[in-house]
């Protein structure tokens, strides 16, 4: 049995429609719904923001960093949903954070909301879920497309 936490930050993935445009709102255990089911694996989740990513700071990767490694005995893998615009900025800081860890963490993301039509985030979640209930490796990766 595999323990997979998810840790959310907003994103487009978790946006949703406004009199504003798109804006992150999408509770995690609401993102958690589109997952599909991986026998042997139980899924966890955790609102860390609720932020579109060009808001992205330091101190937000640092977050992430403390959040993994707080968890890092009580679970087998971590998905951390995240905004495409700053994704491979947080990946970069995080694998330099992360250096020692010894779980994989995955980001992952959508070009368009998870709840809109024609959405690439249902698969991109599969995807992410698939990796990381199936690899062995360690460290930082992004799963996308």
Request: avoid cysteine.
């Amino acid at each position: 049995m595999k323990d997979v936490l998810v840790l959310t930050t907003g994103g487009t993935i978790a946006s949703q429609t406004t009199e504003n445009g798109l804006t992150p709102g999408l509770a995690d255990d609401a993102l958690l719904t589109y997952f599909g089911e991986v026998p042997g694996v139980t899924l966890s989740s955790e609102a860390v923001m609720s932020k579109d990513s060009t808001n992205m700071q330091p101190e937000d990767w640092l977050d992430l960093a403390r959040r993994v490694k707080a968890y890092e005995d009580e679970y087998d893998a971590f998905i951390i949903t995240h905004g495409t615009d700053t994704m491979g900025y947080t990946a970069a800081a995080l694998s330099y954070l992360l250096i020692d860890v010894k779980k994989p963490v995955i980001l992952t993301g959508s070009q368009v909301p998870v709840e809109a039509q024609g959405t690439d985030a249902v698969r991109n979640l599969n995807d992410a879920l698939t990796y990381a209930s199936q690899t062995e490796l360690h460290g930082v990766f992004v799963v996308f497309d």
